[in-house]
């Protein structure tokens, strides 16, 4: 055994570690221990932060899913009939939003991650029942409508495609996506939504297949149009309502939530503060590149459609599988095939976002059990929300009532009450009673409540121009 010497602190010093067991009769481990040296000389090593490094590659999950799902097909219609329609005039406040929306999705994001609870639960915990109920309403049957306009989009692009009946393949998108959020485990199903966003890259393709001038968009595209047309405010007020919708808030704010319990040993930050640089890092990483992703296939439509149909005279579109199939003279067969291809990729990866953040609302009202990473059995009334959702906006498609008027309808729905929720969430995002220690610092306050009054003046503009009748 070996001994310290004497007479010195910078020699080596001895220290008792637990050894290895053995066996003494059977089955019956003993422990013992042995005596080992420190040399103080040698300086200590540093300790691994493991904890503070996420790579890059899993950093990215709610955010960029979130800015995915927000150029839905009923998103890439309102896009392009703000490019086919008023041309570079629009290009603007995509640039304008980038900032806005990642600061918000953000605040939604920090609010799921620190409580461990949704936007709708913590709603329900520090506001007015009639305003958590007024909210979740006006969002479900914003949804609902969403969620038929992006169903029958999907239709019409794969008829456009191969062939066949549209309304068949309605029905086969809505089972395909049913049986994905209700059948495939959460762990299973997040990677999917992930691999579905590159579906995206097919209207950078796109862009790239057609004339740019590039003269004309750098001399109109931080330009606004005519201010003084009430038609121009309303669009302006649609596309607003399309790059920032409430859905988007709820669900980030949930799938953090999800992503936290799927996850062994991760706990809501309140409650483990030692988790917090890693994970808000990490929101701030995944937040960012998926809002701009989301902006720039944004702009790629728009501007698509501006120098194509806008500067042919082609200036209604009524929906995004008519945006392809007029492209075709303009953009040649493969511009316009690419642009369809898109449709059903975004398609499939927003139609579960929009019944899943209605679900995850209405069920956290409640207090229902929620969550996609739940069997069927253990929460039947989120995933009946899901599927109720879900059918009526392929029975809006099939009943033959006009779903993109209603799709219109409902991003200006989303554009006003979009102004509500955002000052509810600043509120929240502010309260150390909800965040604790973690409430947002001067940057993400000004940002939010630059949003908030950004949507309010749009929303107030268009209702005075329609009262008006400008």
Known sequence: MRVARRGTLCGALPRWRRGSPSIRGPGRPVLFWTQTSVNLNKPPEPRKRRADHIPLIRSLGPGLITGAADDDPSGIATYSQAGAQYGYGLLWSVLFTTPLMIGIQIVSA????????????????????????????????????????????????????????????????????????????????????????????????????VHVPLEDLFANALVPGTWLQGDYVAMLVAVLGTTISPYLFFWQASQEVEEQRATEGHEPLRHAPGQARAHLRRIKIDTYIGMIFSNLIAFCIMLTTAVTLHAGGVTDITSSAQAAEALRPFAGEFGSLLF??????????????????????????FRWPIGLGLPLAEARGFYSILIVATVLGVAIDLSGVDSVKALVWAAMVNGVIAVPIMAVMMLLAVKRA?????????R???????????????????????????
């Open 340 to 365: 369809a291809a898109g449709i059903i990729g975004t398609g499939l990866l927003a139609v579960p976002i929009l019944a899943g953040s209605a679900a995850y609302a209405v069920a956290e009202s």
């Open 110 to 209: 920090r609010i799921g991650r620190v409580t461990g609870h949704g936007l709708a639960a913590n709603i329900r915990e520090h506001f007015p029942r009639s305003w958590l109920y007024c909210i979740v309403s006006l969002l479900l049957v914003a949804n609902t409508i969403n969620i038929a306009a992006d169903i029958g989009a999907m239709g019409d692009a794969l008829s456009l495609l191969v062939g066949g009946h549209s309304e068949i393949y309605d029905v086969l998108f809505a089972l395909v996506s049913l049986t994905l959020q209700v059948f495939v485990p959460f762990p299973r199903y997040a990677p999917i939504l992930k691999w579905l966003t590159l579906a995206l890259f097919a209207y950078v393709g796109t862009v790239l297949v």
């Open 434 to 442: 909800v965040m604790g220690p973690f409430v947002i610092g001067r």
């Open 444 to 470: 993400l306050k000004m940002l939010g409540w630059l949003a908030v009054m950004v949507m309010g003046a749009a929303a107030t503009a268009m209702f005075v121009f329609m009262l008006n009748g400008v």
